[in-house]
Structures are given as structure tokens and as C-alpha cells.
């Protein structure tokens, strides 16, 4: 029985395709490729890929309406490609439910660092069955990826926010330093003064209506990192 990770590639450069399939066939996963959305959905039909890399542009629909496609009924994880260096590709792509976001030209081994750390990630979200999971006064749909407050609100929430809020609930009652933090989301350590992750936690705490100074639900440990001080339950 083959128990390896299938990843799909949908990119309308042949070039592309080809080269990440030989490289990832030989760090030891199972590569289906498609050149476009029509492809990519037949693909779909027959397989459930354990991770998609997306291109944003390919003749037909592009890589952000495909994303949103397979986020109506999927939450695998979503690398996305994009030849622009132009940071909003990179907003749009977070904001409707991609995990993460390389450049082109870019590293097949930076490529593999950021797989892996997603499937890890993954991993960690598998570990229970239920679909909804409650903390404080919120419930998080961990299909939709969306938060429903104490009124029945709902909203949706990006890929970042997602995966960070995500990381706190599958580990809660636990400090997260900074480069766990940054590991998680985006498969690598935390750069010397960096700042993505404070903004990062300071979005997703107002998301939340949580307090960094009187904080009910991430608390900041001083010189150590985070902690998520609500305790979380489960629901099917």
C-alpha cells in the first residue's frame, strides 16, 4: 500500500510541471499535474490531493477564482505561484483562503521546506474528526474557515489568519515563541526583528475582540511568546 502524500500542480507552463514533478516524485511524493482549472477539476473528481499548488495566472480561470473554488468545499492546503513580485498578488491569495505564496522564479528545495511544513501543519489539524471547534465565545467552521461570534455573525477569515488562529487552538494552554509561530505559518523561523508576526497577532486578536492588555483568549508570556488561554471543545 502506498501511503504517500499526493500533491497536485496546476500550472500552464509544461516546463513548470515537469520539473516539480521530477523533483518532488523524488523527495518521495505522489505528483498529479494540470494544466488548467478544466484539467484541475477533473482531477478532483477522481482524487483528494493532500496538497495543491496553484499558479494565479493560466489562460481560462485564474489561480484566485480556483482557490475559491476549491475552498467552497475543501480545506486542503493551497500554495500559490505567481511570476508578479507585486505584494498584492500575495494579499488577495492569503485573503481567500491560500496557506501560502511563493514567487517565480523560486528554490524546488524552498518550494519542498514550505510542503512540508504545511502537511505538518495539516497533520496536526486531522487529529480530530469534529468540524467545528468553540473557544471563548466563538466557533470556528474549520471547513469554511469561518468565525460565527456569540450574536450567530459570521465572517470569513483570510489563509493567515486561519492558519495562526488554527495553530493556537490545536495547541492551547501552551507557550508559542516566535519561531514556532513563524515555522507553522510559514515554513521557516523567524527573521531577526521581524515584525509579519506581531502584525499578524495584532490583526487576529482585533478579529477577535481580545485585548493585548487585558486578554481573554491570547495572553502574551513577556520573553517567552503566546498563549491561548481559552479552553477549546469540540463539535461534530
Not at 51 to 62: E, F, Q, R, S, Y
Not at 79 to 90: C, F, H, K, P, V
Request: charged residues 25%; negative net charge.
Amino acid at each position: 500500500m502506498n501511503n504517500n502524500k499526493q500533491i497536485l500542480i496546476v500550472d500552464d507552463d509544461q516546463e513548470i510541471r515537469q520539473l516539480l514533478q521530477q523533483y518532488l516524485s523524488k523527495s518521495g511524493f505522489d505528483v498529479l499535474t494540470a494544466e488548467d482549472g478544466v484539467a484541475m477539476h477533473q482531477i478532483l473528481e477522481q482524487h483528494a490531493p493532500d496538497l495543491i499548488i496553484l499558479d494565479v495566472m493560466m489562460p481560462g480561470d485564474d489561480g484566485f477564482t480556483l482557490c475559491q473554488h476549491i475552498r467552497r468545499d475543501s480545506n486542503v492546503p493551497i500554495i500559490m505561484l505567481t511570476a508578479s513580485s507585486d505584494e498584492t498578488d500575495r494579499v488577495i491569495g492569503l485573503e481567500i483562503g491560500a496557506d501560502d505564496y511563493i514567487a517565480k522564479p523560486f528554490s524546488p528545495r524552498e518550494l519542498l521546506a514550505r510542503i512540508k511544513a504545511l502537511l505538518r501543519r495539516a497533520q496536526f489539524s486531522s487529529t480530530s474528526s469534529s468540524r467545528f471547534m468553540r473557544f471563548g465565545q466563538w466557533r470556528l467552521d474549520t471547513l469554511q474557515r469561518s468565525l460565527t461570534d456569540q450574536h450567530g455573525e459570521t465572517s470569513e477569515l483570510s489563509g493567515a489568519d486561519y492558519n495562526l488562529l488554527m495553530l493556537f487552538l490545536q495547541h492551547p494552554n501552551q507557550i508559542l515563541d516566535r519561531d514556532a509561530i513563524s515555522d507553522a505559518t510559514r515554513g521557516r523561523e523567524a527573521l531577526p526583528l521581524e515584525r509579519g508576526i506581531d502584525v499578524q497577532l495584532s490583526r487576529l486578536r482585533q478579529r477577535l475582540g481580545d485585548n493585548g492588555k487585558n486578554p481573554k483568549l491570547i495572553k502574551t508570556i513577556r520573553g517567552a511568546g503566546y498563549v491561548l488561554i481559552a479552553e477549546v471543545s469540540y463539535e461534530s
